[in-house]
């Protein structure tokens, strides 16, 4: 054993969990999630409630969890901030959300923790969505108000910015497949959602480099893989499309100032801007393959490949795919930007796969940095059990396990060896002997 050597991460490397506040902070009445839990669209009947009851001062619940995040040795955590609290009627602005707010960022600066603040994760405040949401004709300017709001609040505690959280997931989930609210099926405004975001990025980005010209600023963009089953066109120009759509517009806009999403006849273009890294969100991979069957995903039909190690419900058609994380780090390196992973994870409740899941993915992320990639941190999702949107409590990412009805939590093993992989800023054979060592070879033959 002595001869494998450590896979060693870059000096400085940030090592960290993502969260959201709609997921997290609990009693987030007064956004369109919220509602679309108490009407019943959650799959499993649950609601948020307290999450895990971040917001609520006296509890503390926040501030124990991030310091337990400091013991591990994580240097950094994403969160999200609800804008829904902040402008709880249209341009009228809640003092106490801000302090809050300034608590748990001022709790995780004493802490060394680095926080990572993303603008908008999902949800929209009830006065947006009931005038259209993303639809409404002036939400871009809205954005990029309250943008300035928040900058102007919290500038001086922090300095790493996420704008908008996954477009393209939330453009697709909530006006194609409808699943989230406003649940539309609709082609033309799903294209239109996802590219009013990409420009309420833009504006937001311009917004905060405007009064903090030191922050970094970037969007974070769940790049799934999508592979043809077969090496035949058919399959290959669905899976072309499916990249095409869901993966590519959205960087060509951001990175190349080209924005040509279908039938938009509306939006004439992008300003170019500054983003200083690309952030990037990966779960795993699609393989697919033509049929008529299939016009809302673009004619490409999920299929599970033999021998693939596949999600577990309800994500069965998602593979277990770290390679693909090599795949997206590499394909977004030709913007010479830096990089951050803002959220990786696997829903597994009884951690029996997640151990080898990360230390798998984190290798994949290794061999990226080795061949070029510039990526300066890695974000777990997520740290607690949180409200997973319409599957409600049923799926469980963290790495440390929550009791919503008692808030009681209970670290599963994957939180030690992430905390052992962040203190060594390495993954050591020591680690995965530990904790998975049947993931000996697959981490460390660097293929
Ligand atoms: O919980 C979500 C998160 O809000 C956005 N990215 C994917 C996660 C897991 O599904």
């Known amino acids: 054993m002595t001869s494998i050597q450590p896979l060693r991460f870059p000096e400085n490397f940030l090592w960290g969990v993502a969260s959201a506040a709609h997921q997290n902070e609990g009693n987030n009445r007064n956004n369109d999630f919220w509602q679309w839990e108490q009407t019943g669209h959650v799959h499993d009947g649950t609601t948020s409630g307290l999450a895990t009851d971040w917001w609520n001062a006296a509890h503390r619940r926040a501030e124990s969890d991030f310091a337990r995040a400091a013991e591990l040795g994580l240097n950094t955590l994403r969160l999200s901030l609800e804008w829904s609290r902040i402008e709880p009627a249209e341009n009228r602005w809640d003092d106490a959300a801000i302090d809050r707010y300034r608590q748990l960022l001022g709790t995780l600066r004493e802490l060394n923790i680095t926080p990572m603040v993303t603008l908008h994760h999902f949800t929209n405040p009830l006065w947006l969505a009931e005038r259209g949401g993303w639809l409404a004709a002036d939400v871009v300017a809205r954005f990029e108000r309250y943008t300035a709001h928040v900058v102007d609040a919290l500038g001086d505690l922090v300095d790493l910015w996420c704008t908008i959280n996954e477009p393209m997931v939330y453009a697709y989930l ?38 903090q010209p030191h922050a970094r600023v970037g969007l974070v963009k769940n790049q799934p893989i999508f592979d043809p089953l ?137 061999r990226a940095i080795q061949a070029g990639a510039d ?38 093993r994957s939180a030690e060896m992430f905390g052992a992989i962040a203190r060594a800023n390495a993954i050591t054979p020591e680690i995965v002997a530990e904790f998975a060592p049947d993931a000996m070879d697959a981490v460390f033959s660097q293929k």
């Open 174 to 211: 909530s006006h194609l497949v409808g699943d989230w609210s406003p649940g539309r099926h609709n082609f033309p405004q799903t294209f239109k959602v996802a590219a009013t975001m990409t420009l309420a990025h833009r504006a937001a980005e311009q917004t905060i480099h405007a009064r």
């Open 230 to 366: 077969r090496d035949h066109q058919p399959d290959k120009m669905v899976a072309g499309w499916q990249e095409t759509l869901f993966n590519r517009r959205i960087f060509q806009a951001v990175y190349e100032h080209r924005l040509h999403f279908p039938l938009n006849f509306f939006a004439k273009g992008i300003a170019a801007g500054q983003e200083d890294f690309i952030g990037i969100n990966y779960y795993g991979r699609h393989t697919v393959k033509f049929s008529l069957r299939a016009p809302f995903t673009m004619f490409g039909e999920p299929f599970i490949p033999p021998h693939a190690e596949m999600w577990d419900e309800p994500w069965t058609d998602r593979e277990i795919y770290p390679h693909g994380l090599y795949r997206v780090c590499m394909a977004a390196a030709k913007y010479k930007k830096p990089i951050f992973i803002t959220e990786n994870g696997l829903a597994d409740a009884a951690d029996a796969r997640r151990p080898r899941f990360l230390l798998t993915h984190l290798a994949a992320l290794h």
């Open 375 to 412: 990526v300066r941190g890695y974000y777990h999702w997520t740290f607690v059990d949180n409200y997973e949107w319409v599957e409600g409590w049923s799926t469980r990412f963290g790495l440390i396990a929550l009791n919503p009805e008692t808030q009681a939590r209970t670290p599963r």
